[in-house]
């Protein structure tokens, strides 16, 4: 299972929005709406952004929205604050009852 | 609050054998399915395994890289959760964390554990 791909670095200014692509296949992304998104400050645990393509946990703010296309998953930050500066992850469901990450997306906040 | 800590990282040889362990509180550890994931230095998260719970036979499921050498398992009556490896490679030097599952996606994590794989 071959880890879904996302870029690998994005930024934007304070008050800015930047979108994070996810791209699977038809054997993960594509055939699944379990696509998740998760924030990584290093040395902490990662923390559950986005889950079920777009849905928020409580706590998590506004700002953080998620959609699909196909076999394309997409996190968008909308009004980026510094604290939004961190490593970014998808998740997707995959056949045979097993889970792939996506390759990781640096967010710098400018 | 949810709780999970893990134990039981180091330093081990390639070949060599190791059982890490998971102690969950705060929400009732039979009721999930629970995960281990792993941060490889420099690289991004990798699912590696997951405990299913009584009521799903206590299934196991393991990403490729490590059917048949790693092995999942939990003991409900103490809240916690294992992950027995064998045959280490460098390749599974991580920071390995467990995690609580909740229909299909991952709400609560660990701090992680740190594995070295190296003579």
């Known amino acids: 299972q071959s880890a879904l791909t996302q870029p690998r670095s994005v930024s934007g200014s304070p008050g800015q929005s930047v979108t994070i692509s996810c791209t699977g296949t038809s054997n993960d992304v594509g055939n699944y709406n379990y696509v998740s998104w998760y924030q990584h400050h290093p040395g902490k645990a990662p923390k559950l952004l986005i889950y079920d393509v777009n849905k928020r946990p409580s706590g998590v703010p506004y700002r953080f929205s998620g959609s699909k296309s196909g076999n394309t998953a997409s996190l968008t930050i909308s009004g980026l604050q510094a604290e939004d500066e961190a490593d970014y992850y998808c998740c997707s469901a995959a056949d045979t009852y097993t889970y792939v990450f996506g390759t990781e997306t640096k967010v710098t906040v400018l | 609050d949810v709780q999970l800590v893990e134990s039981g990282g180091g330093l081990v040889q390639p070949g060599g054998s190791l059982r890490l362990s998971c102690t969950a509180s705060?929400?009732?550890?039979?009721?999930?399915?629970m995960d281990w994931v792993r941060q490889a230095p420099g690289k991004g998260l990798e699912w590696v395994g997951r405990?299913?719970?009584?009521?799903?036979?206590?299934?196991?499921d393991y990403a490729a890289s490590v059917k048949g050498r790693f092995t999942i398992s939990r003991d409900d009556s103490k809240n916690s959760l294992y992950l027995q490896m064998n045959s280490l490679k460098t390749e599974d030097m991580a920071v390995y964390y467990c995690?609580?599952?909740?229909?299909?996606?991952?709400?609560?994590w660990g701090q992680g554990t740190p594995v070295t794989v190296s003579s």
């Open positions: 705060g929400f009732i550890f039979s009721d999930y399915y």
């Open positions: 405990s299913r719970i009584m009521l799903d036979s206590y299934m196991t």
């Open positions: 995690v609580r599952e909740f229909y299909f996606h991952f709400d609560h």
